[in-house]
């Protein structure tokens, strides 16, 4: 791991959730604890959120503490990682527009992690142009900290792509080799990649509302599991895996101890499906299964978090010295950009 640096971030637009969780926030502990990085950054991007959220400020500004929340009690470290805002790193706004020249407008509205979050929105046919834009924003948040390893859910495959392409240009317009290329970090297990919502659509996300928060309530999580809509069968017909949420949410989160502390009739996950499509298993039962799985994942983080919760000052203090240490950073490589580019008259 030594000579990379990890940068990764999320919108505050409410609290995190299970698909957070599978899909970038266990990479990032996990790259955290295997250590040897020279630098670990998490965004918390103000600044894009509100490019669908102009006229909501209040949610976002509401979140910031909370996804920080969130971050601590998956247990990011604040000793071993740089957490900021956004909005307070100033070179990021410029090194955007900076890049925005790179970019045909034609290339930004074919980015296909775009198009479906457009047609998601309540935008009419309004899209704020920093909305389109935020693509090449998020070019600037990577590049300016030089970061080369970004650990996301698969739907930042096209952002990753888009960035790319920016330092490509820039490296071969300037011919110097300011800005680094970078790569995700994806999650192994397939079904964690983009886990879908609770009410069956594709994805989980904030915006639709179809979550399971990471600190939700025990009794919350029950009626969420239980309002999983399932395929209509006979109690004891074959049961059919294909888009089933209940055993996509089983393949992201149980392993083999979750059989032994729950449901010690199978051994695992393989066993479980195959008597499922044979018959005889309701899909109450794989429900109850679900939320003591999800249960037993998310019990200690919403501990954590409450024990956490309380210490607004702490929260600030984190993330102010964060910001301050990232904004050192991103200013130096804003002033080597500058100066490929021969834009640094008065140095
Ligand atoms: P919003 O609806 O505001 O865009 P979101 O739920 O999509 O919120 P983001 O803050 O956009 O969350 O995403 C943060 C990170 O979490 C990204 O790396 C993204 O790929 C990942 N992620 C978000 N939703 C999922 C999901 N359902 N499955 C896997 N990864 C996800
Ligand atoms: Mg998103």
């Known amino acids: 791991m030594k ?4 940068l990764t971030g999320d919108r505050p637009t409410g609290r995190l959730h299970i698909g957070h969780y599978v899909g970038s926030l266990k ?3 996990r790259m955290q604890n295997e250590g ?6 998490v965004m918390i991007a103000d600044a894009q959120a509100l490019t669908d959220n102009a006229e909501n400020p209040e949610k976002i500004r509401n979140s910031v503490t909370e996804v920080l ?6 247990g990011l470290d604040p000793e071993r990682v740089t957490f900021f805002v956004q909005s307070g790193v100033t070179a990021l706004p410029e090194l955007t527009a900076y890049y925005m020249n790179f970019v045909p407008y034609s290339r930004v509205v074919r980015n296909p992690t775009v198009k479906s979050e457009i047609a998601t929105k309540d935008f009419g046919r309004s899209v704020p142009i920093g909305f389109i834009n935020y693509p090449i924003s998020q070019a600037a948040d990577i590049t300016a900290f030089k970061a080369n390893l970004i650990p996301v859910g698969e739907d930042q495959e096209p952002m990753l792509e ?5 330092v490509r240009a ?4 300037y011919k110097k080799n300011v800005l680094v290329e970078c790569e995700a970090v994806l999650p192994k297990n397939k079904a964690s990649l983009r886990l879908p919502g609770t009410d069956g659509n594709e994805k989980m996300s904030k915006s639709i509302g179809n979550c399971i928060y990471l600190a939700d309530d025990a009794a919350t999580i029950k009626k969420k599991v239980n309002s999983i809509v399932t395929f209509p069968r006979e109690i004891n017909a074959p049961g059919i895996l294909e888009n089933n949420v209940l055993f996509i949410y089983l ?14 009739e199978f051994e695992n996950l393989d066993e479980l499906k195959k008597a499922y499509t044979a018959g005889g298993i309701g899909d109450g039962r794989i429900k109850q299964f679900l939320n003591d799985v999800i249960n037993d994942v998310l019990t200690p983080i919403r501990e954590r978090r409450e024990a956490l919760a309380g210490d607004v000052d702490k929260l600030m203090d984190i993330l102010s010295k964060g910001t301050k240490k990232a904004n050192e950073v991103a200013n130096a490589t804003l002033a080597e950009v500058k100066d490929a580019m021969g834009i640094n008259y008065f140095k």
């Not at 929340?69 to 998956?74: E, N, P, Q, R, W």
């Not at 393949?251 to 010690?264: L, T």
Request: glycine residues 4%; aromatic residues 22%; negative net charge.
């Open 69 to 74: 929340l969130d971050y601590l009690a998956v």
């Open 27 to 29: 990479e990032r502990v």
């Open 3 to 6: 000579g990379n640096i990890i």
């Open 251 to 264: 393949d992201a989160f149980c392993d083999d101890e979750s059989f032994v502390k729950f449901y010690p």
């Open 170 to 173: 820039f490296n071969r317009i």
């Open 36 to 41: 040897g990085y020279d630098a670990f950054y």
């Open 162 to 166: 888009q960035t790319r392409e920016i």
